[in-house]
């Protein structure tokens, strides 16, 4: 059995930089013509300029002969001026402002502190239609790791929206249904993205036989009933549901750690994960959509009109690949067999 899809996009993506870099590019590019990168780095993309700079380090770590286009982002601080929102605006290669709540994810100690302390940086995007990507996570440690998304939603999403009602919102990886109903519940102005990750495991993957660190991401993965949730949303034909990968990749020695790093690996097999995703819930006919209109549609850009294809046939994902300086890289399911695989 083939699949044919017009050429997909990943509209959220970690590539890293330097040798990390080199070494995954390649697996995004295979498949996907342009990704929204992740602004996360040490020291993280808060201007124009260094992310100008970024998008020419990716362009130059581009195999020859592949074709990709990164689309640049900025990482919102508490200090972020108004003009710097103004230049990226203007600027034909970023594409929007992320929002990592202070200590939520990877890199994130730059993050914002108090929404409040960005009110007029939101309310030029909401004039100017900037899109404010979020990671929907509360921080207060008193509060549970499974409930953050939720509380995020109740404390910060849904007060900022009411604020700021045309404010154009990517609720990012999101991983319950309760952000599943509240997306579907917004206006036009608010879409999510949602991994392949999210939809084909439930939380039991991270403590199936013992701790399994290369499933452990944030947000972390949550019980069976908002697996199935989210399965319903990314397969029910909503265009504001689309593919973000949240492909993160980490040394297998910062994984496999007494503190391991949060963030999965799909990016060797990110289609063919959402293939087996989508084939579980008898949908195949509607991952064209989420994986190459709905994201493109939504951030008014382009479809793109080259093509890709997928063919049901077993394929084993390695143990392991290359990474920086000599280190290892384990992909999520690695050592298994895989349903579909994308020819070449």
């Not at 009411?162 to 109903?181: G, M, Q």
């Not at 890709?308 to 084993?316: D, H, M």
Request: hydrophobic share 45%; with cysteine.
């Amino acid at each position: 059995m083939l699949i044919t899809l017009i050429r997909p996009d990943d509209w959220h993506l970690h590539l890293r930089d330097g040798a990390a870099l080199r070494a995954v590019l390649p697996h995004s590019a295979r498949q996907f013509a342009r990704a929204i990168v992740m602004p996360n780095l040490r020291p993280p993309i808060t201007t124009v300029a260094a992310a100008e700079a970024y998008r020419a380090r990716i362009l130059d770590a581009l195999p020859p002969g592949m074709s990709f286009a990164p689309l640049m982002t900025l990482y919102l601080t508490d200090n972020t001026p108004v003009d710097e929102i103004r230049r990226a605006v203007e600027h034909p290669d970023v594409h929007a402002v992320k929002l990592y709540p202070a200590g939520a994810t990877t890199n994130s100690d730059s993050g914002v502190t108090d929404v409040d302390k960005c009110d007029a940086v939101l309310a030029t995007m909401e004039k100017l239609g900037m899109p404010l990507l979020v990671h929907g996570e509360a921080t207060d440690p008193a509060i549970d790791v499974f409930d953050r998304e939720k509380v995020f939603i109740e404390r910060v999403l849904q007060p900022l929206l009411t604020r700021y009602p045309r404010l154009k919102v990517i609720f990012e990886h999101i991983t319950t249904s309760d952000a599943v109903e509240f997306v579907a519940a917004c206006g036009a102005n608010v879409a999510a993205t949602i991994t392949a990750h999210h939809l084909l495991y439930n939380r039991n993957a991270i403590f199936s036989g013992g701790v399994r660190p290369h499933y452990y991401c944030l947000p972390v993965l949550k019980r069976e009933e908002h697996r199935r949730a989210l399965l319903r949303a990314a397969t029910s034909g909503n265009h504001r549901f689309f593919l973000g990968t949240d492909s993160a990749p980490h040394a297998r020695h910062t994984k496999e750690a007494a503190c391991g790093c949060a963030g999965c690996y799909t990016a060797h097999a990110a289609l063919e994960l959402y293939a087996e995703a989508f084939a579980s819930a008898g949908a195949l006919d509607r991952l064209e959509a989420f994986a190459s209109f709905n994201g493109a549609d939504f951030y008014g850009l382009p479809r793109n009109t080259d093509q890709v294809t997928l063919e049901q046939a077993q394929c084993r994902v390695p143990d392991t690949y290359a990474y920086a300086e000599g280190e290892a890289l384990v992909p999520l399911r690695a050592g298994e067999w895989l349903p579909w695989r994308l020819l070449a």
